[in-house]
C-alpha cells in the first residue's frame, strides 16, 4: 500500500480517481470518515485491483494457511502477493488481496518454463500468452489466467 497525502480542496471522490479507485476501494483500507477529509490528512492507498482481484479482511482466527485453503490458492502465493513472508503474523482488520473464484494466479520461480506455467496454470499455452502477452520468465512474475465463465 502507498501513502498519499491530501491536498488543498481535494475532495475524496477527486481522490479515488487519481488512482482509478472507487470512493470505496479507499474506505475499506482507511479507517475514517473519507467525507470529512483535509489537507494534509494521510490516506491509505491500495495496490490497484484489477477485475482479478478482490479484497479480504482478516478475522479473529485466521491464518494465511486457511485463508489459502478456503481461497483455493497456494500459500505461498498468497504470501507473496501481500508481501508477506510464510512465517509472519497476520492479524484481525488487516487487509489481503486475493484472485478472484475464476482467476487463478502463479509468480514465477527461477527455472520455469512454458510447460510448468501450462502445467501449473492448468491451461494451454495460447489462453496464458492471450491473458498475459509480456512473459520474460524471470523470477516473481505474476501471471494471471482467467476462467471463461
Known amino acids: ?6 491536498k488543498e480542496n481535494e475532495t475524496i471522490e477527486d481522490i479515488a480517481n ?10 475499506e483500507v482507511n479507517d475514517l470518515n473519507l467525507y470529512e477529509i483535509k489537507p494534509g490528512d494521510e490516506l491509505n492507498i491500495p495496490f ?20 489459502a485453503k478456503n481461497k483455493n490458492i497456494s500459500i505461498k502465493t498468497l504470501a507473496h502477493l501481500n508481501g508477506l513472508d510464510l ?11 486475493i484472485p478472484k473464484d475464476n482467476v487463478k494466479v502463479y509468480i514465477t520461480e527461477s527455472g520455469d518454463t512454458i510447460r ?3 502445467k501449473e496454470l492448468g491451461f494451454k499455452l495460447e489462453k496464458i500468452i492471450e491473458d498475459n502477452p509480456e512473459i520474460y520468465l524471470v523470477e516473481n512474475q505474476l501471471l494471471i489466467e482467467r476462467e471463461i465463465t
Not at 500500500?1 to 491530501?6: E, R, T
Not at 477485475?51 to 485466521?62: A, T
Not at 512465517?87 to 488481496?97: K, R
Request: glycine share 2%; charged share 25%; no cysteine.
Open 116 to 118: 510448468d506455467l501450462e
Open 1 to 6: 500500500m502507498d501513502i498519499y497525502v491530501v
Open 48 to 67: 490497484i485491483l484489477s477485475q482479478d482481484f478482490v479484497y479480504y479482511e482478516i478475522e479473529k482466527g485466521d491464518t494465511l494457511r486457511n485463508i
Open 18 to 27: 487519481r488512482f482509478n479507485l472507487t470512493v470505496n476501494d479507499l474506505q
Open 87 to 97: 512465517d509472519d503474523y497476520i492479524y484481525p482488520s488487516q487487509i489481503l488481496i
